[in-house]
């Protein structure tokens, strides 16, 4: 397994600062047992005195379902740790639990359901919009593209050889549309849009802002549909985060430039703005652009932070249902940020060039993460052959910045 080999590689095991209490997201008295609200309301709630002793040889912590593990496992260095026994778990309950309610998640353009679990776990269901071997049209505008399910999946695991581990886990799954979505959902407008199609299949399309109409209705063979379960970050009523606009964003106008494709000198300004004047926001910022890039990414408008961190902490790296639409292409421009400030982690700069010999080539490693996925081949293989390709950008800009 190269994967593995790499995960042994000394660049892979750089250790994180302490971990004190106040770097944890949440601070769990290791004694006591959680259990549900019997108001059948999802908060988890200490119970200390209401359950009796647990069995011998167990902690409290051992009877936590995997989704709550990994909330508590949050710290202000990471959000799961690099040889994390808990993910293969996480990702099976993603893929296999029972789906107990489907509700649309309100907002953004595109349908997303909210599915709950058995266990009070939820994820985020996005559902497929096109086929792998479809690329996004040359003359679509990067705002209007699809959403991809397989994109949300194969991002997850590129951040994850990345050594970023900033994209909560995700799954695919196989969903069946009239048991799990229809015949369960309380959601009134959402149950409105289903239909039979002239084909025979089970169809909806829920509502939203851009593509929710039945032109663009999601139907399944003759009721199973793919798509994406990413893990729920926690509550914000638990965890406050915060939203930044991305420097680098762009204008999302059809004629309009956004500042920094016109002022080369566009990262000295950003370098003089909080919070990019200092700690290594900037740099944390740059490694989100080398993963956009890679996977071709064009939409990241804004990034998320846990509130509680400040300043000082990772970027939350969110949405990436816009990337791996084409292969045939690279969108340079989305390498601005290193491009304009000529600045990068060191420790991300040596695990790129890694990344690009021979035992631990990036494609290999990321086939090799996707074929444990239920919807393997996640990828095309010419977006994995890209990757290989775009990387060779990524480090060839790096080199001109050296040379400079």
Request: overall charge positive; glycine content about 4%; charged content about 25%.
């Amino acid at each position: 397994s190269k994967l593995a080999a790499l995960f042994q590689h000394p660049l892979y095991n750089i250790p994180i600062p302490e971990v004190t209490e106040k770097d944890k997201l949440f601070v769990v008295n290791p004694m006591e047992k959680f259990s549900l609200r019997s108001s059948g309301s999802d908060e988890w709630v200490s119970s200390s005195k209401a359950e009796a002793l647990l069995p011998t040889g167990k902690t409290a912590y051992d009877t936590y379902p995997a989704w709550l593990k990994f909330h508590i496992g949050i710290n202000r260095y990471e959000l799961y740790p690099r040889q994390d026994p808990l993910m293969p778990t996480l990702l099976r309950d993603l893929a296999t639990q029972r789906i107990i309610s489907s509700v649309q998640k309100s907002g953004g353009t595109q349908l997303k359901l909210i599915m709950t679990f058995p266990n009070y776990g939820q994820a985020l269901f996005k559902p497929m919009k096109q086929t792998r071997n479809q690329e996004t049209p040359i003359d679509f505008f990067y705002f209007s593209d699809f959403e991809r399910h397989n994109a949300e999946i194969a991002a997850f695991h590129l951040d994850r050889i990345l050594d970023f581990r900033r994209i909560p886990p995700v799954s695919g799954r196989l969903v069946n549309i009239t048991k799990e979505i229809r015949d369960i959902t309380t959601d009134k407008k959402l149950a409105k849009t289903f239909f039979i199609s002239p084909a025979g299949n089970v169809c909806f399309y829920g509502e939203c802002s851009y593509y929710c109409s039945t032109e663009h209705a999601l139907c399944g063979k003759p009721d199973q549909l793919e798509g994406s379960m990413a893990t729920l970050l926690p509550d914000k009523t638990l965890a406050k985060r915060r939203s930044w606009r991305s420097p680098w964003r762009r204008s999302y106008h059809k004629s309009k430039k956004a500042e920094w494709e016109l002022n080369p000198k566009y990262c000295a300004q950003v370098r003089e703005t909080p919070p990019y004047d200092r700690g290594h926001r900037l740099l944390d910022l740059i490694d989100m652009t080398v993963l956009d890039f890679l996977m071709g990414n064009m939409d990241r408008h804004h990034y998320e932070t846990f509130e509680k961190f400040g300043n000082d902490t990772f970027l939350l790296h969110l949405d990436n249902g816009r990337g791996f639409g084409t292969h045939s292409r690279d969108e340079l421009s989305i390498l601005a940020p290193l491009q304009q400030c000529c600045s990068i982690k060191k420790s991300t700069y040596l695990r790129l060039q890694l990344l690009a010999t021979q035992p631990y080539r990036l494609s290999d490693l990321l086939r090799e993460a996707l074929a444990t996925d239920p919807l393997d081949p996640v990828l095309a293989e010419p977006h994995l052959r890209a990757l290989d390709r775009r990387l060779g950008k990524v480090l060839a800009v790096v080199g001109r910045c050296l040379g400079r």
